[in-house]
């Protein structure tokens, strides 16, 4: 599914934030990515996604070469990735209906399909009963189960998360791990980039761990 091949990324300004990074993952792949802060792990993210451009090496998104992608075709691309932030990013004045809408309407998918599936995204995370709600008037757990639901409304074939649980207590953490879990196991390939050490010590995935912009891939149960 994603294939990075001597990957480096120098922002302007001279920082080095990935050097020489290789890595495949393939479509039925869960992993984490693990580095501490400054490591790299949102550019990696977002080189991915086409929001940075590498300054080096080749990036594969289903064997079609991403590296280069003219902006014409970057939305063809995010067609096939949902991204989930650690701050959520929802629109504060809007609905949650409408926050997890937005995917669809920005395809002119029709209302009847928008409503079907925004009803079966919030149905997952377990909202469908706050569909009316403003994000304020929710938790940050549920505020992160509307980024989610918003996430995969589109039913991408790759989910990134960065920093998904890092505003949530363990509890919830855990809870937000197994719908990345169930979504993983109908075939959507998930790769998250936490800090999280426990949910690091009870859950044994493939682990990229990133080192001052060194990729590696450490032993599962490392
Ligand atoms: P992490 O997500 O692991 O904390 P980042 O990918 O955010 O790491 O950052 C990696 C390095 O790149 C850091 O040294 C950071 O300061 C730098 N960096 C990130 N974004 C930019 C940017 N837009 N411009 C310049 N430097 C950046
Ligand atoms: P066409 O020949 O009709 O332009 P392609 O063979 O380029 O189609 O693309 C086939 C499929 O791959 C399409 O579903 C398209 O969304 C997807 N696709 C095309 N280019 C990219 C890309 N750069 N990254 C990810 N997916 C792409």
Do not use: W
Not at 69 to 89: A, E, T
Not at 99 to 119: F, G, H, I, T
Not at 162 to 170: I, V, W
């Amino acid at each position: 599914m994603i294939r990075f091949q001597q990957v480096s990324k120098a922002y302007r300004g001279g920082s080095q934030a990935l050097q020489k990074v290789d890595f495949h993952l393939r479509s039925a792949d869960m992993a984490f990515l693990t580095g501490h802060s400054g490591a790299g792990k949102s550019t990696l993210l977002k080189l991915i996604c086409a929001i940075e451009r590498p300054s080096d090496g080749h990036i594969f998104f289903n064997g079609h070469e991403t590296t280069r992608i003219d902006n014409k075709q970057i939305p063809f691309l995010r067609r096939n990735i949902g991204i989930i932030f650690q701050d959520h990013k929802l629109l504060m004045d809007s609905s949650v209906y409408d926050n997890v809408a937005l995917p669809l309407r920005v395809e002119q998918v029709s209302e009847n399909d928008v409503k079907r599936r925004v009803s079966a995204a919030l149905d997952k995370v377990g909202l469908l009963d706050k569909a009316r709600c403003l994000p304020i008037q929710l938790s940050g757990g549920e505020q992160q189960r509307v980024g989610i639901a918003r996430a995969v409304v589109n039913k991408p074939m790759l989910l990134l998360a960065d920093e998904p649980t890092g505003n949530l207590d363990a509890e919830l953490s855990q809870q937000v791990m197994r719908l990345f879990e169930e979504f993983n196991r109908v075939g959507v390939c998930v790769l998250m980039a936490t800090h999280d050490t426990s949910l690091l010590s009870t859950h044994n995935y493939r682990r990229l761990d990133l080192h001052q912009g060194h990729l590696r891939e450490l032993a599962r149960g490392a």
